[in-house]
């Protein structure tokens, strides 16, 4: 499991910087009043925790399979909770930049929700059975 771990990591950051790169040719483009001051933060928050889940999902996929399907559905559940937390903290207190930092959130969301999912996918999806030559 560490090394299927350590290679999600890289991965992970490596899509970081793929996105790292993109939003900032976008500040070029865009006006700065679409970009929220948080926005580099959510880059850590959203690889915290999908390093968090992605632990926790391989760790239950050593397991049975309906223990992983559980913790699967767990970790959904937990983040969405935290996710809708953060967002509602952060437009609490920053209400001028709420549309902006929802806009990039949301964006951010997307796109490691989707890594997130085809990577745990390729990790513990079994191995299709061998055909049968006649």
Known sequence: ??????????????????????????????????FSPALPFLFF?????????????????????????????????GKLMVYVAVMIIYVFLHRSDAVPFMLGFFLLYLCYTIFESVSIIKNTHPAPPASAEH
């Open 1 to 34: 499991m560490n090394s299927v771990y350590l290679k999600f990591l890289k991965q992970l950051l490596i899509f970081t910087g793929i996105l790292g790169v993109i939003v900032l040719a976008f500040t070029f483009i865009l006006p700065k009043t679409f």
């Open 45 to 77: 928050f959203f690889i915290a925790t999908s390093l968090l889940s992605y632990y926790y999902l391989l760790k239950s996929a050593e397991k049975r399979f309906i223990r992983f399907v559980n913790t699967f559905l767990l970790t959904i559940i």
